[in-house]
């Protein structure tokens, strides 16, 4: 009993330092926990600062009308009645939206910023109400590939809108693909250059779009192409001008388009290809040539584009191409022309004939008319007549009469004025 009593207070107190010892394990393992977790936090929230500073751009805040993925670095301020491009944007963002607002003038670095948006290489400003673009507008965005200015009543394109330096010296641009598609100014009567023009002189200012391969040019009623306006597009891949109202390409060079790969004319006003085009057409290595929907006139013009349609591989869906006039020649496929087929009769369409028909009506019914009122008059045109004549008879007796006075010798005395 003694060694039983002995080893109860041993074991008791041996329980107790077991029970602190657990007390303090447990005190330990709970104050510890939150601060392993706000660390594990604090390092989950640092990594992604970490890896952005790495890279070239540090993160932003979004613009307050915008919606931001920095994980996609894209920025939508899309249909919120902007006036002006947002100033704080994120310097990740590489794709920005900024469709169906209201910047009706883009000014000289209108993206300029402090550091600079290096990462932007996308832009789209389609549908925004742009009516003015100046010089040197996106000269701060020095990886900008895509610009999008489609459907804008864009009234004032500046020959250095598109400058990639500066607007005082215009460098090249670091542009790819340029979409101007649908851009019609408002009708202004006081603007002294055309439409065409301005769009020209934006795209060989300066040698600024050398390195462009894309241009869009769809949907803009163009008449015509402004001479040598693709001579400083040499390294573009693909040239989209359907939709417009191109009527000849006589005066457009392709020559310098060695690298031109699909060229889009579809619903145009072209009536024929001249040999000089097609010329220069065929020298093209890898070009795709798409001509839908066009007024083709079936005259002797065609004779040197049907040939070149049946030798040419480089016209897509040539089977599809037919005459649209004259009348006897609509749906005929032009590579399956004779030259038999192909003559320039005075054909006029329908509406022109209308025309003249009604002329010669009218012009037959005042003839009826004049010759009814002849008809009417006749005895008193007759009594006119017979006078006309017995004046003229008088008159050319009395000339007579002094013509036998004049030759006889023994009137020579008698005076030319005298009355006999």
């Known amino acids: 009993m003694p060694g039983g009593c002995s080893r109860g207070p041993a074991a008791g107190d041996g329980r107790l330092r077991m029970a602190r010892l657990a007390l303090v394990l447990l005190g330990w393992v709970s104050s510890s926990s939150p601060t392993s977790s706000a ?31 920095e994980a996609a670095r894209t920025v939508k301020c899309v249909n919120r ?47 925004s109400r742009l009516e003015e673009v100046r010089a040197g507008a996106f000269q701060h965005l ?34 790819v693909e340029l979409i101007l598609n649908h851009i019609l100014p408002p009708d202004d009567e006081s603007r002294n250059r055309s439409f065409e023009g301005m769009v020209a002189a934006a795209l060989r200012a300066g ?32 040239l989209d001008l359907r939709n417009n109202s191109l009527v000849s390409l006589a005066y457009v060079s392709f020559r310098n388009l060695t690298h031109l790969e699909s060229l889009h004319l579809e619903d145009n006003a072209l009536k024929v290809l001249h040999n000089g085009t097609l010329a220069e057409l065929q020298g093209l290595p890898h070009l795709r040539l798409f001509l839908d929907n066009n007024p083709w006139v079936c005259d002797c013009h065609m004779a040197d584009m049907v040939s070149w349609l049946r030798e040419t591989e480089v016209v897509q869906g040539k089977a599809r191409l037919t005459c649209a006039f004259p009348e006897k ?80 010798p023994r009137l020579t005395n008698l005076s030319s004025n005298s009355d006999v």
């Not at 002006?84 to 993206?111: C, H, K, M, W």
Request: with cysteine.
């Open 81 to 127: 009645n902007l006036t002006e491009v947002p100033a704080d944007l994120p310097l990740y963002v590489r794709t920005l939206f900024l469709t169906g607002n209201q910047i009706s003038v883009l000014p000289a670095s209108a993206f300029s910023r402090r550091p600079p948006l290096a990462e932007l290489a996308a832009l789209n400003l389609s549908s």
């Open 329 to 408: 020649m609509r749906d005929r496929a032009l590579w399956k022309l004779n030259s038999s087929d192909l003559d320039c009769d005075p054909i006029l369409p329908p509406s022109l004939q209308t025309s003249y028909v009604f002329l010669g009506i009218v012009l037959a019914l005042i003839g009826a008319i004049f010759l009814l009122v002849l008809y009417l008059n006749r005895k008193g045109i007759k009594k006119w007549m017979h006078n006309i004549r017995d004046a003229c008879r008088d008159h050319m007796e009395g000339y007579h009469y002094r013509y036998e006075i004049n030759a006889d």
């Open 142 to 175: 020095p990886s900008l590939r895509q610009l999008d200015l489609s459907h804008n009543p864009l009234a004032d394109l500046s020959p250095l809108a598109f400058a990639g330096s500066s607007a005082s010296e215009p460098g090249p641009s670091p542009l």
């Open 39 to 69: 660390s594990s936090s604090t390092s989950s929230a640092s990594s992604p600062i970490s890896a952005v500073s790495a890279q070239p751009s540090l993160p932003g805040q979004c613009p307050a009308p915008c919606e931001c993925s």
């Open 207 to 238: 040698h600024a779009l050398d390195g462009l391969h894309r241009l869009e040019l769809a949907s803009n009623h163009f008449l015509y192409l402004p001479r040598d306006v693709l001579a400083y597009l040499p390294a573009l891949r693909h």
